[in-house]
Every structure is written in C-alpha cells, then in structure tokens.
C-alpha cells in the first residue's frame, strides 16, 4: 500500500476511533469523487442532497466498517449508490439501464484510446458525456476511473460479475472516445476534479458531518 491509500486508510482508522479532524482528512479525500458518481444516477440538481444523506450514514456506521481505503471507497459507494436508489424511488423515477448484463460476458480488451479520452477530460466535463452513456456503463466508467475502484470492488457494489463490469467500462470508455472525437472542445483540461460546491439545501460539509457523528456516537 503506497502513497495516498496509506494515508487514506490511516486516517479511516483514526476516524473510527473518533478523531473528527481525520474523518475531515477522509471526507475531503473521498467526497468529490463520491458526489460525481451519485451524479450519474440522480442528475446534478439532486446530487448535492443525496450525497449529504450518504455522508450521515457513513458517519453514523464507520465503526462497524473494516478495511483498507479501497475497501472504503467501495463501501462509501455502495452507500451512496443505495441512497441515490431510494431517491429515485422515493420520486417515482427509474434509472436508466442499458444494455443487459448477460450480454457483457466477454473479457474486455486493452484501449489506449479509451483511455486517454477520460484523461484529456475535466471531470465536469466528462460527467456531462458520462451522463449520456447507458447506465450500466456511466456506473462501470464512474466507478472504476473516476472514483478509482478496482474491478472486484465495483463489481460488489453494483451487485455483478467483475468480467461484466470491466466489459461495461471498458464499453464506456470506448463511447467516450467516440464522442469527444465528435466534440474535442470538450478537452479543456486533464483530470482535475470538480471543485467541491457550497452546500445547497441540506447539503452538508465535513463539519456537518462529524459534529452529527459525535451527536450519534454519544445516543448509541
């Protein structure tokens, strides 16, 4: 374990053992990257709410967490993806699926191209093009390049085969490719994330979040 997921799952530990500047260190680390993939299933207007829900959960149930800081970023998006869920329920909406998964059995290949095209994007503007992929792509792509878990892990949190998950990114990733070859303007920038927005409506910050998590650890 090296660099940034070292520090990472120390400060989750440290979290867990109550130090609210660490889970500020976890939330600032996790947080833009877990609010563009609630983007994809929810829209942006709804975003910032649905990602504030999933926080206070995390927060209320860190104790009961265990493991490194993939294995963190893994269960952080399993919450959100289940929040973002019954969001949509709770608003009578259905996600969009694409695509069946019995059709992505097939081990995908290597693509250089696919690559780069998520490179060449700012996150803002790769989202708005994520957004226009089937769903069981956006989730793989969002997933796996933008939230940055391995195959296995998203795998777990969407509830598939890992062969059918690299299949779908990989799927995405091509789709990418092809549209920012349509739409090159779209490259203005490598990589950066999204600056975290003021919070809206009963969005939450860190802050938030860990004061509400010391209130829960002392009703518990």
Known sequence: MLGDDAELT???RAAQGGDETAFRTVYRAVHPRLLGYVRTLVGDPDAEDVASEAWLQIARDL???SGDADRFRGWAARIARNRALDHIRMRGRRPV?????????????ESDTAGEAIEALA????????????QDQAEAVVLRVVVGLDAKTAAE????RAGAVRTAAHRGLKRLAELLAEDPESADGRGALP???????????????????SRTQKDM
């Open 10 to 12: 120390a400060a989750v």
């Open 63 to 65: 104790e009961r967490f």
């Open 97 to 109: 699926i694409g695509g069946d998964e019995t059709e992505l059995t097939a081990r995908a290949a």
């Open 123 to 134: 996150t803002d503007s790769a989202l708005s093009l994520i957004a226009r992929l089937p």
């Open 157 to 160: 949190t969407l509830g598939k």
């Open 195 to 213: 600056a975290q927005r003021e919070p809206r409506g009963r969005a939450v910050t860190s802050a938030t979040v860990t004061h509400t998590r």
